[in-house]
């Protein structure tokens, strides 16, 4: 297994992230964004200096990937990078991949002035919750009145 960030100029890099979007909303079971949506989105964010993808290769298969954003926070005094996304085929899961992942964008983002990471998951997500804990993130939530819930409001038509 080999994980690096991924880069506009490789247009493999960006098929492959499509692939494997695709793959995590189809296993979200999920219908939008669209195979198209990904596919027009996905370059900006590659181009984006705010924005990081690294993948995952066994034998030269993209088998997972995660996605960081950066961002100034007055409340960590610095900036700080938001795990958006981790997914692994699940076909390819319970050898390490994930962890592998998220320690390496760990590393990339501190290295790139980064003083904190944050990110929510689902409660029930028992194996991502593991990972995150392993590597020292700490549930914010429980330190505070309840469970942090994500709220969303569409702004479009």
């Known amino acids: ?11 493999t890099d960006a098929a492959a992230i499509l692939a494997l979007t695709i793959l995590f909303r189809n296993h979200l079971e999920r219908t939008q964004p669209t195979d198209q949506e990904f596919a027009d989105f996905i370059p900006r964010l590659l181009a984006s200096e705010d924005a990081s993808f690294f993948l995952s290769y066994v034998d030269d298969e993209a088998v997972g990937y995660t996605l960081l954003h950066y961002r100034d926070s007055m409340w960590v005094n610095g900036k700080e990078a938001t795990v958006e996304d981790l997914f692994v085929d699940p076909a390819k899961r319970k050898h390490g991949i994930g962890r592998a992942l998220i320690a390496f964008a760990l590393e990339h983002a501190q290295a790139a002035g980064c003083v904190s990471a944050c990110l929510d998951t689902n409660e029930f997500n028992l194996a991502s919750t593991k990972i995150y804990r392993d590597l020292g993130f700490n549930e914010h939530s429980r330190r505070w009145n309840g469970r942090q819930v994500f709220f969303r409001k569409s702004l479009g038509s």
């Open 1 to 11: 297994m080999h994980i690096r960030l991924a880069t506009p100029a490789d247009a």
